[in-house]
């Protein structure tokens, strides 16, 4: 059985920590080389952590190099000690100058971290904001850089460490944060399980937690929470205040409601809340809606590729875009590459809307949409029907493959196989070829424009509704520095 652990960080552990100095082991690698997965998967984490912090009106944040590096060397530290009693529980946050790993810089980290057994950083921020304590230093206003590192290899898996706790400048105009926010939508329906230490009293399975953070040291007192679905039916929460706490850790001045049970899903929730703040009276009220009924989905947030130029990505119907999410022969960007495709072919009116009408402006080519070329794409897809999605085909991939190493290595363009290996391996039923694009989104785009091709024959392999299956490679060349090939079925 899997088991995920997610240990809580140790509120203002710092200024005890500083008044220790420790001698530094030397061992210990000054910068941690990550896998392709983990670099674009803490990517992924810091896009969806500002996704989460905007559903909440609050700023974005940055990611911090320097505190990156604390949190490698903790996130490492803790994986060659899995076994130690000595990184169990809470002490995951601390180091011991004995053990092998010890660092000043992942002690330090250790103590202001939000720390994931289990998990890799993206999936970590999504426990994160699903669970009370971990939630309340990710969402606090005054936050402006955060750290993420990861190792692999630990006890239950990977190990994510966010560094919560260090980036954060002092100063806040915002009075309340609430989470979910006012009219939010697909909100998760349950608490993520695993949270040390447990503000649930229950070895059932809890609902999404509902956190009220008073972000300027108010006083809250004499608190009353109400939490009802569209029909008026209360639904019975476990509530956490300052006055009556769940745990004796600290609670930053938040109130907490965990429903008893998870929430329905693609359902509206309405909360009434009211308490005493510095002595007056204050009252709320306000409503968000959980996501919809998809059971794989209802324990996550979405945050899409494609976020950037529009959150109307950002809905979990897209997830199934991702066909090649579990292919173990495909890069990242090779499988993303798929996925940009399908996305398109999902929705093409939205991609049109969205990516086409701001991808010039992003490339600092306003050019580009005088082209005729890129103005046909845009009426095609604004006046085309959604078509199948395509799927990774280990048989295409060989042929793309085989194909783009050859054709790089000796710096030829076309489709024809000069090598008889190829020829053997040679699966196709539309072939498209890209010169000069590694970012999957330009080798898509660069397609779909199919600019100076007039039979446009790329553009209608790619949007064709009789291919189901599809292989990239993507691959050095010779003369364009880079070269993809897609083989269609």
């Not at 600290?250 to 907490?256: A, D, G, K, L």
Request: net charge neutral.
């Amino acid at each position: 059985m899997k088991i995920l652990t997610i240990i809580t960080f140790l509120f203002f552990a710092t200024t005890s920590f500083a008044q220790k100095p420790i001698r530094k082991n030397n061992s210990t690698p000054d910068i941690i080389t990550h896998s392709d997965y983990i670099k674009n998967d803490i990517n992924f984490a810091l896009k969806l952590l500002n996704q989460f912090r905007r559903d909440a009106g609050l700023d974005t944040v940055s990611l911090s190099t320097s505190l990156s590096l604390g949190c490698d060397k903790h996130a490492r530290y803790l994986v060659l000690n899995k076994n130690s009693p000595k990184t169990e529980g809470l002490n995951a946050h601390n180091e011991f100058k004995e053990l092998p790993g010890f660092s000043l810089a992942g002690a330090g980290a250790g103590m202001n971290s939000d720390i994931c057994e289990g998990l890799a950083p993206s999936k970590a921020v999504a426990s994160f904001i699903n669970s009370f304590y971990h939630r309340i230093p990710l969402l606090r206003p005054e936050l402006k850089n955060i750290g993420i590192g990861s190792f692999e290899g630990g006890k239950y898996g990977t190990v994510t460490v966010l560094n919560c706790l260090n980036g954060r400048d002092g100063t806040s105009n915002t009075d309340i944060v609430y989470y979910p926010s006012d009219n939010q939508k697909n909100v998760p329906c349950a608490f993520a399980e695993g949270e040390i230490p447990n503000p649930v009293k229950s070895a059932n399975r809890a609902g999404f937690p509902i956190t009220i953070y008073f972000a300027q040291s108010q006083k809250t007192d004499s608190v009353n929470f109400r939490l009802y679905d569209k029909f008026h039916a209360n639904i019975p929460c476990y509530l956490s205040t300052m006055q009556n706490p769940a745990t004796d850790f600290p609670q930053q001045n938040t109130i907490c409601a965990i429903p008893e049970k998870p929430l329905t899903d693609n359902r509206e929730y309405h909360v009434s809340f009211s308490c005493s703040v510095d002595g007056k009276p204050f009252k709320k009220e306000y409503s968000f809606t959980t996501i919809g009924p998809d059971s794989s989905l209802r324990y996550t947030t979405y945050i899409s590729p494609l976020s950037d130029f529009s959150t109307k990505w950002n809905d979990n119907r897209y997830l199934v875009c991702n066909t090649a999410n579990e292919v173990n022969y495909l890069t990242e960007n090779e499988k993303k590459v798929i996925c940009f495709l399908n996305l398109a072919r999902m929705n093409p009116k939205l991609f049109a809307e969205t990516v086409l009408d701001e991808y010039a402006g992003m490339m600092g080519n306003e050019k580009m949409k005088s082209s005729t070329y890129f103005t046909s794409l845009v009426e095609t897809m604004n006046s085309m029907q959604p078509v199948s999605l395509l799927k990774p085909d280990s048989l295409c991939y060989v042929s793309a493959l085989c194909h783009a190493q050859i054709s790089g290595s000796m710096g030829y363009e076309g489709h024809v196989r000069v090598k008889s290996d190829c020829q053997r391996k040679q699966h196709f039923m539309g072939e498209c070829c890209d010169y000069g694009n590694d970012d999957p989104l330009d080798i898509v785009i660069a397609l779909l424009i199919d600019e100076d091709v007039p039979s446009l024959g790329h553009r209608m392999i790619c949007i064709d509704s009789t291919y189901s299956k599809l292989g990239v490679s993507i691959q050095p060349h010779k003369k364009y520095k880079h070269n993809a090939v897609l083989d269609f079925y």
